[in-house]
T-cell receptor
Framework: NAGVTQTPKFQVLKTGQSMTLQCAQD?????MYWYRQDPGMGLRLIYY???????DKGEVPNGYNVSRLNKREFSLRLESAAPSQTSVYFC??????????FGPGTRLTVT | AQSVTQLGSHVSVSEGALVLLRCNYS??????LFWYVQYPNQGLQLLLK????ATLVKGINGFEAEFKKSETSFHLTKPSAHMSDAAEYFC????????????WGLGTSLAVNP
């Protein structure tokens, strides 16, 4: 039981490049989330998926897209990376009792 | 609108001293409340949660929190700090019907001095 896994762990992009962050959970949870974490700003929700086949915007969706590929996988795509997207990205899923389980994070730097 | 306020972005205690991290919430409906811990370069891990059962909740690593509806608070305590408790602590709230989205505080960084 791996919980929530994320790849890659680290990434450096140049401005304008694109990339996809992968997330998978093996706990059979319906809901999954993408957050970004910046110093002094806590966790901010980018997108979430309440169930397979649905996605919705969170607080800071601009510059991002998501895909809920199946119940296990929820990916986050940066189409044209900007320095403002330098951050640590966390994927999470939530249990029936509202407990969120987090992946280890992806540290992204955009130069 | 629901919100979470963590008083004190940085707290410093001596090893063996009481740890008190403050969290106040605003919610117009019965809340579910959580404390998470984040160790350096790691993801967040659930410490404890309140979901309308006992108001005093015990979590992992000797932490506990008390839900006080009259004060809209959910403060986190530990009687005796250990060096390994140094981490970032986040309080969060949600409620039924919110698409299971959590509303997060900005976090409190706990330093433990020898």
């Amino acid at each position: 039981n791996a919980g929530v896994t994320q790849t890659p762990k680290f990434q450096v992009l140049k401005t304008g490049q694109s990339m996809t962050l992968q997330c998978a959970q093996d706990m059979n949870h319906n809901s999954m989330y993408w957050y970004r974490q910046d110093p002094g700003m806590g966790l901010r929700l980018i997108y979430y998926s309440a169930s397979e086949g649905t996605t919705d915007k969170g607080e800071v969706p601009n510059g991002y897209n998501v895909s809920r590929l199946n119940k296990r996988e929820f990916s986050l795509r940066l189409e044209s990376a900007a320095p403002s997207q330098t951050s640590v990205y966390f994927c999470a899923s939530i249990s029936g009792s509202y407990e969120q389980y987090f992946g280890p994070g992806t540290r992204l730097t955009v130069t | 609108a629901q919100s979470v306020t963590q008083l004190g972005s940085h707290v410093s205690v001596s090893e063996g001293a009481l740890v008190l991290l403050r969290c106040n919430y605003s919610s117009s409906v019965p809340p579910y409340l959580f404390w998470y811990v984040q160790y350096p370069n790691q993801g967040l891990q659930l410490l404890l949660k309140y979901t309308s059962a006992a108001t005093l909740v015990k979590g992992i690593n000797g932490f506990e929190a008390e839900f006080k509806k009259s004060e809209t608070s959910f403060h986190l305590t530990k009687p005796s700090a250990h060096m390994s408790d140094a981490a970032e602590y986040f309080c969060a709230v949600t409620y039924a019907g919110n698409n299971r989205k959590l509303i997060w505080g900005l976090g409190t960084s706990l330093a433990v001095n020898p």
